[in-house]
């Protein structure tokens, strides 16, 4: 296993005990997401990732441990401090207002941006990463297919031009190729905008390529940190499941 990134973290989280009520489902996980790092984390179901995340962002009370931002604590932080601070996340299922337009959508992701001067020039920067939110820009967002759809709730999360992206599973029920069209577009927010990015998935073929760095859970606790390209040998990922 290789130690945390030797650059300043953008986030990172020391000994984290997280879950549900009396029910502990992440044990001591310590682990560091680097400024313009792209970080990976696998884990079979029920591992604890989408736990971790959830926690991290403030979505759930943290059990125990640290989380830090830019080396200030936020442990504990509500989900609304946490956006308007630089942090953005994209849950399972999309997490757009289905009801609403393709437009609406992304003017409420930036409901927290104080000056509204710089918002034209997100939009055309999201419009020229996604062209088909343009091209639908009045369509009603839950008719979209559900790769556009994924491709308008990270849009949404971008209008908040945020330093940290968490992607929870973004090509959960995607068909093949709108996942590579996904994870082309994380690699390209990272590269193009700085943007330090964690990303939880099950997708281990496509998602690997794009990271930087891989952490991998089992059964809450964490077994490898470090580098993708072992992973890219089946037996050794195998090894860790």
């Known amino acids: 296993m290789s130690e945390a ?5 953008a ?11 009396r029910k502990q489902v992440v044990h001591g996980v310590d682990l560091a997401l680097g400024e313009r790092e792209v970080l990976l984390m696998l ?3 029920g591992a604890g990732k989408t ?3 959830r926690t991290v962002f403030g979505l759930l009370p943290p059990m125990g441990g640290t989380v830090l931002y830019r080396g200030q604590p936020i442990t504990g932080r509500s989900p609304a ?5 630089g942090i953005a996340f994209v849950p399972q299922g999309h997490g757009i207002f289905r009801s609403l337009t393709v437009r609406a959508n992304l003017d409420l992701g930036a409901f927290s941006v104080t000056d509204k001067s710089v918002l034209p020039e997100r939009l055309e920067t999201i419009y020229r990463l996604f062209p088909i939110l343009k091209e639908r820009a009045g369509q009603i967002g839950g008719t979209m297919s559900g790769g556009q759809q994924q491709m308008l709730a990270i849009g949404m999360a971008l209008m908040l031009a945020p330093k940290v992206l968490i992607l929870d599973e973004p090509s959960i029920g995607l068909a093949p190729n709108l996942v590579d069209r996904v994870m082309s577009s994380i690699r390209t927010i990272n590269q193009e905008f700085g943007t330090a990015i964690l990303i939880v998935e099950q997708n281990v073929k496509l998602s690997l390529p794009i990271a930087d760095r891989v952490v991998v859970l089992k059964t809450g606790a964490k077994v490898y940190d470090g580098s993708p390209a072992p992973l890219a040998d089946r037996v050794e990922l195998m090894k860790l499941f």
């Open 5 to 9: 990134p030797s650059s300043s973290p």
């Open 11 to 21: 986030l990172a989280v020391n000994g984290l005990d997280a879950g549900y009520g």
């Open 43 to 45: 884990g079979h179901n």
């Open 51 to 53: 736990t971790l995340v």
């Open 81 to 85: 401090e946490n956006v308007r601070d």
